[in-house]
């Protein structure tokens, strides 16, 4: 149980094209779901965190306007990211909690995003 | 404020070694929780354990096993036997409050088993 998926796992955009991750909660029904950003050899970095049905919360620093948050439903939240840049070009990673067990997050495989 | 720190960067071990990672954090709340995570190179994060502060028993899981010590606020993390498959970055995280919120990590311990 609690099996979390991410699509893409890889992804090669241009320069000021839009890209858009999708993470889906499969077994169970995600309360909450956040957005972390890992940069090669270190930490995750939480961006945003997300109810079902209402507006994401930001971290200082993290722009809402370039990381666009839709948690449409109780399995699905989207994250993206608007007019990508080369230096957004990471691995972004996300996480659900809910169900039987609301006190643990479980995370997808994350996405590589490499923007030319 | 809240803190977690994973002193060791990097540690490299031969197979069937034994290891620990240690993690020390740092919280003013009464009610908080702490997990290990483990991050093998394909960059999935996989659940390993999740600890309460009001439990401070000792769990194992086969190779693995864990010291939560509240009196030096330390959740080490011990993998007896290292198989190469344990090579990984391994996180020690800290929530606090009740509910999967607000996970503070640490910066990791990358480990090595060399065949």
């Known amino acids: 149980g609690a099996v979390v998926s991410q699509h893409p796992s890889r992804v090669i955009c241009k320069s000021g094209t839009s890209v858009k991750i999708e993470c889906r909660s499969l077994?169970?029904?995600?309360?909450?779901m956040f957005w972390y950003r890992q940069f090669p050899k270190q930490s995750l970095m939480l961006m945003a965190t997300?109810?079902?049905?209402?507006?994401?919360?930001?971290e200082q620093g993290v722009e809402k306007d370039k990381f666009l948050i839709n948690h449409a439903s109780l399995t699905l939240s989207t994250l993206t990211v608007t007019s990508a840049h080369p230096e957004d070009s990471s691995f972004y990673i996300c996480?659900?909690?809910?169900?039987?067990?609301?006190?643990?997050?479980?995370f997808g495989p994350g996405t590589r995003l490499l923007v030319l | 404020a809240q803190k977690v720190t994973q002193a060791q960067t990097e540690i490299s071990v031969v197979e069937k070694e034994d290891v620990t990672l240690d993690c020390v954090y740092e919280?003013?709340?009464?009610?908080?929780?702490l997990f290990w995570y483990k991050q093998p190179p394909s960059g999935e994060l996989v659940f390993l354990i999740r600890?309460?502060?009001?439990?401070?028993q000792n769990e194992i899981s086969g190779r693995y096993s864990w010291n939560f010590q509240k009196s030096t606020s330390s959740f080490n993390f011990t993998i007896t036997a290292s198989q190469v498959v344990d090579s990984a970055v391994y996180f020690c995280?800290?929530?606090?409050?009740?509910?999967?919120?607000?996970?503070?990590f640490g910066t990791g311990t990358r480990l090595t088993v060399i065949p």
């Open positions: 996480s659900a909690s809910g169900g039987t067990d609301q006190e643990t997050q479980y």
């Open positions: 077994d169970f029904q995600a309360t909450t």
């Open positions: 997300s109810n079902e049905g209402s507006k994401a919360t930001y």
């Open positions: 919280t003013r709340d009464t009610t908080y929780y």
């Open positions: 600890r309460n502060s009001f439990d401070e």
């Open positions: 995280a800290l929530s606090e409050r009740a509910g999967a919120n607000n996970l503070f």
